[in-house]
T-cell receptor, first 115, second 111 residues
């Protein structure tokens, strides 16, 4: 089992551009969450997808959007990039069953640098 | 609102020393509590968890007890190794499947 895989691992973009990050969940997991981790800080919840719909959303602007595919993989899109969007973006997957107690498995993250 | 407060680092220790990282939380309902660890250049790994009051989570010599009365989940290890050098995050999961994290505590263990 490859666990949670994210691509790309590193990315450099210019202010105003758009970016798409990708995540494949752990086998058997159907729920995908995205987190933003700024340097030296804890991860902040962006949103969560289940059954191809956004189920929960954190305090992030509409520039952040996502998608989940029928195979449970997910994309995170960020439009009109700002310097402050530079961060490590983490994807986490978990099974919907017993969702309050089960462990979320994290990928290695995508390091986004906006210049 | 929901939040996690954990002691700021860095915490610098000698090998075989005792480690404590304090964590308190503010959450609605009855959350599940977690400690995650992040090694340099890597994602987060679950270290241990506790799902109800007075539960003790343990793994790799680390322990934490769910204290509902003090809304705390302090992490302890009796004898740290150099390989324990990492950033440790306290987190909880309340309603839904969303994790709320603290700011992280960097631990550096010197030989």
């Amino acid at each position: 089992d490859a666990g949670v895989t994210q691509s790309p691992t590193h990315l450099i973009k210019t202010r105003g551009q758009q970016v798409t990050l990708r995540c494949s969940p752990k086998s058997g997991h159907d729920t995908v969450s995205w987190y933003q981790q700024a340097l030296g800080q804890g991860p902040q919840f962006i949103f969560q997808y289940y059954e191809e719909e956004e189920r929960q959303r954190g305090n992030f602007p509409d520039r952040f959007s996502g998608h989940q595919f029928p195979n449970y993989s997910s994309e995170l899109n960020v439009n009109a990039l700002l310097l402050g969007d530079s961060a490590l973006y983490l994807c986490a997957s978990s099974p919907e069953l017993d969702r309050s107690n089960t462990e979320a498995f994290f990928g290695q993250g995508t390091r986004l640098t906006v210049v | 609102g929901d939040s996690v407060t954990q002691m700021e680092g860095p915490v610098t220790l000698s090998e075989e020393a005792f480690l404590t990282i304090n964590c308190t939380y503010t959450a609605t309902g009855y959350p599940s509590l977690f400690w995650y660890v992040q090694y340099p250049g890597e994602g987060l790994q679950l270290l241990l968890k506790a799902t109800k009051a007075d539960d003790k989570g343990s793994n790799k010599g680390f322990e934490a007890t769910y204290r509902k009365e003090t809304t705390s989940f302090h992490l302890e290890k009796g004898s740290v190794q150099v390989s324990d050098s990492a950033v440790y995050f306290c987190a909880f999961k309340a309603a839904g499947n969303k994790l709320t994290f603290g700011g992280g505590t960097r631990v550096l263990v010197k030989p």
